[in-house]
């Protein structure tokens, strides 16, 4: 009976975590699309920063502080560079309509998405990884599912397309509904699929691979729910890989996205204009902004995806 009372224990914890397949499909999609919502009301103006400055074609860094103030000035504020600070704060919401169905889609695709894949990799593959990795088998699954979800990601790209254009090109929007720019764009919305793809796939491995190993070194298996504070470190420290190993390919996606529809400069001219005009720090701009908010993005994400799971999921069962 002990025994028993233990495994129902033990199933319950699994259940009520994020990373676990056990909860239902229900209780996954509603509370990702919460953490979504959540997470874009609160950090979409620092994503817009980050866009921004990604876009940036030209050195940020001057010859003296106030040059390089002012550049930054310009760069994140554009047309709004001289305005008051509550209307440059307000010049930080564009695309927020776009931005927030690529998030809610996005993040219960990730959230409910990667643990389905787990589940299915750990049917088919599990007792061969465990053997062939030992303790690392587990988390190399999590990364490689993580990695799968990344790709999938891609059918998402119109919506990410049109946000990124409406934080750094507004003007290639400006009149258009977006029923009209679907039908005359038509696959140009998918301009940069192949960065995308590129980007998505180690940043995923890094971002569910670098959870994994956290919670792994924190002595958390499958059957154990991590306390909040546990969930956080974890997310923060595949947060932080994922951003990193994924901010150069981020930052050609992002130019391949801002460049008007018609424009035939391809990656590879975008690579070369780059390295030409910026040098290596270019492949890097943004990434300290997104570092400085990925932490409390990911927490504050993982976290509200986390409980909310958790609680739908018992209130679904019931």
């Known amino acids: ?17 994020v990373g676990s397949g056990s909860g239902s499909s229900k209780a996954r999609i509603v509370g990702s699309a919460v953490a979504g919502i959540s997470e874009l009301a609160l950090f979409h103006p620092v994503d817009t920063i980050a866009k921004r400055l990604m876009s940036t074609e030209t050195r940020l860094v001057g010859t003296t502080t106030l040059e390089t103030g002012h550049n930054l000035n310009h760069a994140i504020f554009k047309e709004s560079c001289n305005k008051t600070p509550l209307q440059k704060f307000g010049s930080l919401f564009p ?20 643990p389905v894949v787990r589940e299915k990799l750990n049917v ?7 053997k062939k990795f030992g303790s690392n088998g587990k988390t190399l699954i999590s990364a490689i599912s993580g990695s799968i979800i ?11 397309v049109l ?3 409406a934080q750094t090109a507004p003007e290639q929007l400006a009149g ?8 005359k764009e038509g696959l140009k919305l998918y301009c940069g699929a192949g960065w995308t793809v590129m980007r998505n796939a180690p940043g995923s491995f890094a971002l569910f691979g670098g959870n994994a190993m956290a919670k792994t070194w ?8 991590a306390t909040w504070a546990q969930d956080a470190l974890a997310s923060s420290a595949g947060a932080v890989a994922s951003i990193s190993v994924a901010q150069p390919l981020d930052v050609i996606k992002t130019r391949v996205q801002n460049k008007p529809f018609n424009s035939p400069e391809s990656g590879v001219d975008i690579i070369k204009k780059l390295l030409k005009n910026e040098g290596m720090g270019g492949f890097f701009k943004g990434l300290t902004p997104k570092l400085m908010v990925v932490g409390p993005k990911l927490i504050f994400s993982f976290t509200i995806a986390q409980h909310t799971i958790a609680y739908f999921n018992n209130k679904f069962s019931h």
């Not at 993040?107 to 409910?112: H, L």
């Not at 088919?124 to 465990?130: H, T, V």
């Not at 990344?150 to 990410?160: A, H, N, Q, T, Y």
């Open 124 to 130: 088919m593959y599990g007792a061969e990884f465990d």
């Open 150 to 160: 990344g790709i999938g990601e891609v059918f998402l790209l119109p919506l990410d």
């Open 176 to 183: 258009r509904g977006v029923i009209d720019i679907f039908r």
């Open 1 to 17: 009976m002990a025994k028993s009372t233990k495994q129902d224990s033990s199933t319950t914890l699994a259940t009520s975590s």
């Open 218 to 225: 924190m002595g958390i298996d499958e059957s154990q729910r």
């Open 95 to 114: 695309g927020i309509g776009f931005g927030a169905a690529y998030k809610i889609c996005q993040r219960v695709y990730k959230f409910g998405g990667q």
């Open 163 to 165: 946000k990124v254009k």
